[in-house]
């Protein structure tokens, strides 16, 4: 096993060359190198004799069907974009250890139709995330295909000059003949190093809220102000941010583990040395498995947020632009996951995902579950981002004895 995990890094580092800017891995949804990893992953495929086709949203999807089998099927995968200056395995690394999971089930002569979907985009850099596993899922949201990039470049523009047909993306959903859907992922964290844990099987993805708060004050002369006669939009942003770190690392030290918030983006206008800061926007990221929990503390940001604007005779706007609820993983495929973990003689430990996956949207669904293995340094969306060759040959022993599991319980 350890010769195919060695391979496997070697493929993540192989596709990293196909990149849209040199020197850099910057892989957008749908740009010129996505053909170059389509065409090496498609070579694979054919090799494991799976049948490969592309759908109308740019995923490249191959087919085991083994003789003898029943109709449902496994899917496996993960997606293959990238963020700007991206390190190698986040999201290519499931879908190549995907395929070597296809070679598994294949050697054990195991009676399992497979599919494996290298999902075109998850990341929503270049559009709104997770385009693939919408689409194959059938949740993709049509209205979608009238955003534009950057370039401005429409979506359904750039679905068509890759080659595809936009008005063909409902054929992307899968059927009902899924026994349910797998992901292999980088942590993305520092939990399993810091634990010295190769893998842990995914509890549930949380949920998250995302709010825009502006506050509003009044840009005046930074010399003929005094102090007391200032309605300073900043000083009530910099307490309130100061506020956020407070008391949501009190809370998550003691009665809500897992409560995550991020202050991420600060717009100061005007901007100038010599100004008090009128208006300023900021950003609110916050995290929790519970939905309960994280609308309480979205409500309970947003006073101490008031509070810190009257104080100043700032004004306060707030809007809300990302709700999305925690996601539970299924317990049945997640038992064969422990179990198989278990077998293979590995510590279990479970985990919830603080990042979004495709496997959230394909839980909405189907059963999905998700295997993480760790993250060196905790590092991901960097170039420094690693594996260790260990870790990928544990999700080689632990897939074996998976796919043994689901084939035996399915009957086939």
Wanted: with cysteine; glycine share 8%.
């Amino acid at each position: 096993m350890r010769d195919r995990a060695l391979h496997a890094i070697a493929e993540c580092q192989h596709l990293a060359t196909m990149t849209e800017e040199p020197g850099r891995i910057t892989r957008r949804f749908l740009t010129p190198p996505v053909h170059d990893v389509h065409a090496h992953l498609r070579r694979r495929m054919v090799a494991l004799g799976m049948e490969v086709r592309v759908d109308a949203v740019g995923n490249l999807r191959g087919l085991w069907k083994p003789e003898i089998s029943r109709a449902r099927r496994l899917v496996l995968g993960s997606h293959i974009d990238t963020v700007p200056d991206a390190g190698a395995y986040d999201g290519v690394l499931g879908v190549v250890l995907a395929l070597e999971w296809v070679r598994l089930a294949q050697e054990a002569v195991l009676p399992l139709a497979i599919e494996v979907i290298a999902f075109s985009e998850e990341e929503g850099v270049r559009y709104p995330p997770f385009l693939g596993s919408r689409a194959v899922a059938g949740t993709f949201d049509k209205s979608m295909l009238a955003y534009a990039d950057t370039d401005g470049i429409r979506m359904d523009e750039a679905i068509r000059t890759f080659g595809l047909d936009p008005s063909k993306i409902d054929e992307a959903a899968l059927d009902s003949q899924v026994l349910g859907f797998v992901e292999i992922h980088i942590e993305q964290g520092p939990v399993l190093d810091t634990e010295n844990i190769p893998l842990a099987v995914v509890s549930g993805i949380v949920g998250q809220t995302r709010l825009g708060l502006r506050f509003a004050g009044h840009a005046n002369h930074a010399g003929t102000t005094p102090m007391n006669l200032r309605h300073d939009a900043l000083a009530a942003a910099a307490e309130w941010i100061t506020m956020v770190e407070t008391s949501v690392a009190r809370a998550a030290s003691a009665d809500e583990p897992g409560l995550v918030a991020t202050v991420g983006t600060v717009a100061v206008v005007p901007n100038a040395t010599n100004v008090i800061p009128g208006t300023v926007e900021v950003s609110l990221d916050l995290r929790h498995m519970s939905n309960r929990t994280r609308d309480w503390w979205a409500s309970q940001l947003f006073k101490d947020a008031e509070i810190a604007a009257r104080k100043r005779g700032v004004g306060l706007e707030s809007v809300r632009k990302v709700n999305e609820p925690a996601v539970e993983m299924d317990p049945d495929l997640s038992l064969n996951l422990k179990l198989a973990v278990e077998a293979a003689g590995y510590p279990l430990k479970t985990m919830p995902s603080g990042a979004g996956h495709d496997a959230m949207v394909m839980a909405t669904g189907m059963p999905a579950a998700m295997l993480f293995l760790r993250s060196p340094g905790g590092i991901s969306h960097h170039p420094s981002e690693t594996v260790r060759e260990e870790d990928v040959e544990a999700t080689l022993h632990v897939g074996r004895r998976f796919l043994e599991r689901l084939a035996a319980e399915s009957g086939t």
